[in-house]
């Protein structure tokens, strides 16, 4: 059964996805300074030519940053101009801006400001690759670009249909209230921490939050969610250095400044009786495979990671380990790319860096 839960706290909204009871994914969205997708109407500020951008002004004295390559025309100081945060602010760096509007829901995202059209590189197999693009085709409003995400292949035309139209009207919407002469102001400050949840995971068995939300589909109202699911304890026992598998295996995770370094031990995992050493190398492995798909989501993993899984002699075993992991992995909303074992064994993998 899948769960997601949704708690407001003092830094912003926390929410936690949980498989029969087990946390896979957990992320904080602040609820203060402009977040990603949020759409404005800035003032141009200063054009550096040596960056080939512009500086930006925005609401509440923000400043943001528009690189020419993110740009829809030339831009000079004084210039109004209608920008989406691509990257929300960090310290002391400003928003990363860009004019490629995009409105995103769960089987697509609408580009009203571009005619492009595309399918996400999740979507792996040409056959299914084609018949979204064919789709894509069918729906694409005329002037607006599609990218068809991965979720598509799970919805039918109708549905997909549907959820264009709701994004058409929110963009006819926001088209509207940018035509008033006024800057720098914020048009529409991007889905909800839920709504984001609910299409980046899909639809949940049980919806459960800390109190009563009128737009919230269908859900549970408990006081303290993540108290009845023991989501803290879950977390900070994912989070150790060292995680422990159920048949008494564990892991090591190691973040470095270029990778994070992941080590794979049989502990006190001695296998069945009679059992050769190969079965249970495999068997740790497979666990370990399943333990690293929510470690990676619930710390937010980026960039690359190695992973020194227990050394097996059987290709069908390696191969075994190698689906398992990617299989999970497709679940994860973040992009990840398995690239293989290398010739010292490793496996190598990226995850896709949020900010989250």
Not at 28 to 51: F, P, S, W, Y
Not at 189 to 199: T, V, Y
Request: proline share 6%; glycine share 8%; with cysteine.
């Amino acid at each position: 059964m899948r769960t997601l839960l949704m708690e407001r706290r003092p830094e912003g909204t926390a929410l936690a996805l949980l498989n029969d009871r087990l946390l896979t994914d957990y992320r904080t969205v602040a609820e203060t300074g402009l977040r990603a997708e949020a759409l404005l109407i800035g003032r141009v500020r200063q054009n550096v030519k040596g960056m080939a951008a512009a500086f930006v002004s925005l609401p509440e004295g923000q400043v943001g940053f528009l690189p020419e390559a993110e740009a829809k025309q030339p831009l000079h100081p004084g210039d109004f101009v209608l920008v989406q945060v691509k990257k929300p602010a960090v310290g002391a760096k400003g928003a990363y801006l860009t004019q490629d509007v995009s409105l995103a829901g769960r089987g697509l995202i609408l580009l009203p400001l571009s005619g492009a059209l595309g399918v996400s590189g999740r979507v792996e197999d040409e056959a299914q690759r084609e018949a979204l693009r064919d789709m894509g085709e069918r729906l694409r409003p005329a002037g607006a670009g599609l990218i068809m995400r991965q979720a598509a292949m799970g919805m039918d035309e109708p549905a997909l249909s549907d959820e264009l139209a709701r994004l058409q009207a929110r963009w006819d919407a926001l088209r509207a209230q940018a035509a008033a002469p006024t800057a720098p102001r914020l048009l529409w400050p991007g889905r909800s921490a839920l709504e984001q949840a609910l299409e980046d995971f899909g639809p949940a068995d049980r919806l459960i939050l800390d109190s009563e939300t009128p737009e919230a589909p269908p859900h549970e109202v408990l006081a303290k969610p993540f108290a009845a699911f023991a989501v803290e304890e879950q977390r900070e026992k994912l989070c150790r250095r060292q995680v422990w598998l159920p048949s008494g295996g564990f892991v090591v995770v190691d973040p470095c400044e270029a990778l994070t370094a992941v080590d794979v031990n049989t502990g006190k995992a001695v296998g069945k009786k009679g059992a050769d050493r190969e079965q249970l190398f495999l068997a740790t492995n497979l666990e370990a495979a399943d333990m690293l798909a929510r470690i990676l989501r619930v710390r937010g993993v980026g960039g690359i990671v190695i992973i020194d899984f227990i050394d097996m002699e059987r290709e069908s075993s390696r191969q075994a380990v190698l689906s398992r992991l990617t299989a999970l992995l497709r679940e994860d909303p973040v992009k990840c790319v398995v690239h293989g074992f290398t010739s010292l064994g490793l496996l190598e993998m990226t995850r896709k860096k949020t900010g989250r």
